[in-house]
């Protein structure tokens, strides 16, 4: 027993100083951020702000901060500022958390979690509008040269099951930082507004951005509660056909680069032709020639043989003939 007592201690004084290097050094965790806030800054629109943690040591290292989305659908994401904005539907509530990292190395431990929420905006169940459906329109307009083209847009939706009769919609669209409220309206058989129409509005037809649209209601029975839904353009982009001069002109210009280039291959491609077979040389004087020309000295030298044998007179030719006869 004496002898074992002594081995005990040391078992057990290694157990102490093992589990005193296992519990964390407060110093080496990070704190969680302050003021972790969430304000509804635009229709769908959203702004998470916070402030880095006043008791955080120590001050010389670069902390970042992990966002997590709860609702109304989870996401994740990164980021080194202390506040960050988003586009999402609100008619379901919304809340996030945040926690403190390290953003150069994962050596110390992330903080606790600190969430806020915003709660889905009052409203009897049933009331809201439902199958909201929004297409966009491109139109040219000649009137305005440094905006050729114009973006209608036109949504419908129907009553909520449970709304009463005299329930009124009305609806808003958000793009970027423009928002607008329908002024044309149709009505079912009750005069409820259930359709909307913008002849031009802000949206770019060449935008990225999504188009948030809001359908709020009022009634003397009951509350309405709102509904909101995001659309991307590329998903809903009805564009008219471009006017007849527009086709012309690119027709036109498409014809004129496919004659200049025909003719531009035929080019190159005679000047090649010559060069691989180059024309033989013609013989200075042809065979036409060479016959006239022979037939010319052919009738020169037999009338010069006439006419020497015309005039050829020998002297004493005639008085001889007087003497023989």
Not at 283 to 297: A, G, Q, R, T
Request: charged share 20%; glycine share 4%; hydrophobic share 40%.
């Amino acid at each position: 027993v004496i002898i074992m007592a002594p081995a005990l201690l040391i078992l057990l004084w290694a157990t102490v100083i093992l589990k005193a290097d296992l519990l964390p050094d407060k110093k080496s965790l990070l704190l969680p951020p302050t003021n972790f806030t969430i304000t509804v800054i635009g229709l769908a629109q959203v702004l998470l702000h916070w402030e880095p943690n006043p008791d955080q040591e120590p001050n010389n290292v670069e902390l970042g901060y992990h966002v997590r989305i709860n609702a109304p659908q989870e996401e994740d994401y990164e980021t080194r500022n202390t506040e960050s904005k988003l586009v999402t539907v609100l008619h379901q509530g919304f809340s996030a958390s945040v926690q403190t990292i390290l953003w150069d190395g994962h050596s110390l431990l992330p903080s606790n979690w600190v969430s806020a929420e915003l709660k889905a905006p009052p409203g009897s169940p049933g009331t809201s509008i439902v199958n909201l459906t929004c297409t966009t329109n491109t139109v040219f307009n000649n009137s305005n040269p440094l905006r050729p083209y114009q973006v209608s847009l036109h949504c419908t939706w129907l009553v909520g099951k449970d709304a009463p009769e005299d329930t009124q919609y009305f609806l808003y669209y958000r793009y970027g930082s423009m928002t607008e409220e329908c002024q044309e309206y149709r009505k079912d058989t009750l005069k409820r507004n259930i359709a909307c129409w913008f002849p031009r509005t802000f949206i770019s037809s060449r935008g990225s951005d999504s188009l948030a649209v809001q359908v709020k209601g009022s009634s003397k029975h009951t509350i309405i509660k709102p509904f909101d839904q995001l659309f991307a353009l590329h998903e809903i982009g009805n564009d008219d056909q471009k006017p007849f001069t527009e086709w012309f002109l690119i027709v036109l210009m498409a014809t004129i680069c496919f004659i200049l280039l025909i003719f531009s291959l035929i080019c190159k491609i005679g000047h090649l032709w010559n060069r691989l077979f180059p024309p033989v040389p013609a013989p200075k004087s042809s065979i036409k020639d060479f016959f006239v020309i022979v037939n010319s000295e052919k009738t020169v030298s037999s009338e010069t043989e006439i006419e020497v044998i015309s005039y050829v007179e020998e002297p004493g030719f005639e008085t001889l003939e007087d003497s023989v006869f």
